[in-house]
């Protein structure tokens, strides 16, 4: 079955594809997933499969994560002038829920960021931009979309557990020292990778195809957004050591 961009941003074709066709054509042919999406958003099993491998992937981190918060609990204590007993016993105490909590935040966190997510496109592709999507289509987009990042997680994976640390990435960080990995230059050029730009990328073309827009009209706001994400994020990550 072929298939073609029409000038509203649409692609015409009728496949059903099922969900793991929807998953690799996400990576392959983007505007094929978003036309079945439209057609039938069908995001349930598509969100579980992506919130049971975050969860695994978290799980796995969970001694890496520890490991680096643990150093930033014992350094603002010792500011705030606790002893080291006290300091022990704090850090302690906080890692015992740490084992047990950080896999299952992770999934929380990314379920209600979502469904977020997907009122805020729906919002900008309807009242903004003039499109026609319904909600059910923009959490088929957000979801799908969702596995570029998941990905990239995946791929990163073996690298963070062999060298016992989250700081790995592909983006313009890279060029600058570890000295500086709490400014807020270094967090926001980390934000500035492979993964990232290759979501924004896709997620324009799905915004634009559920909402029977054009691709040139979507992608500012999705650039403008996001990178506005990234600066607050960094922001917040440089100002509380995080």
């Known amino acids: 079955m072929s298939f073609s961009t029409q ?23 983007p505007s094929r997933t978003f036309q079945a999406v439209s057609e039938k958003p069908k995001w349930g099993v598509a969100l579980i499969i992506s919130l049971l491998l975050t969860f695994g992937a978290m799980y796995m981190l ?59 496109w729906l919002f900008i592709g309807n009242t903004i931009l003039g499109g026609d999507a319904k909600y059910s289509q923009m959490l088929g987009v957000v979801v799908y979309s969702g596995y570029i990042g998941l990905l990239g997680l995946l791929i990163k994976l073996p690298i963070m557990l062999s060298q016992q640390t989250m700081n790995i990435h592909f983006s313009l960080a890279t060029f600058m020292s570890d000295a500086a990995k709490d400014t807020f230059l270094y967090k926001l050029l980390m934000q500035i990778e492979l993964f990232n ?26 650039l403008i957004l996001t990178v506005l994400y990234w600066t607050a994020a960094a922001g917040l990550g440089s100002a509380f050591g995080q």
């Open 7 to 29: 000038p509203n941003g649409t692609v015409q074709g009728n496949d059903d594809m099922n969900i793991i066709s929807r998953i690799i054509n996400v990576f392959l042919s």
């Open 197 to 222: 730009l290759w979501t924004i990328a896709v997620y324009s073309i799905g915004i634009a195809i559920v909402a029977r827009l054009k691709v040139k009209s979507v992608w500012p706001w999705v």
């Open 62 to 120: 969970t001694p890496v994560i520890m490991h680096e918060q643990k150093s930033v609990m014992e350094e603002k204590m010792s500011e705030r002038g606790m002893t080291s007993d006290q300091i022990d016993k704090a850090v302690e105490q906080a890692q015992k829920i740490q084992k047990y909590s950080i896999a299952p935040t992770a999934i929380i966190a990314g379920l209600i960021m979502t469904f977020i997510l997907a009122g805020l």
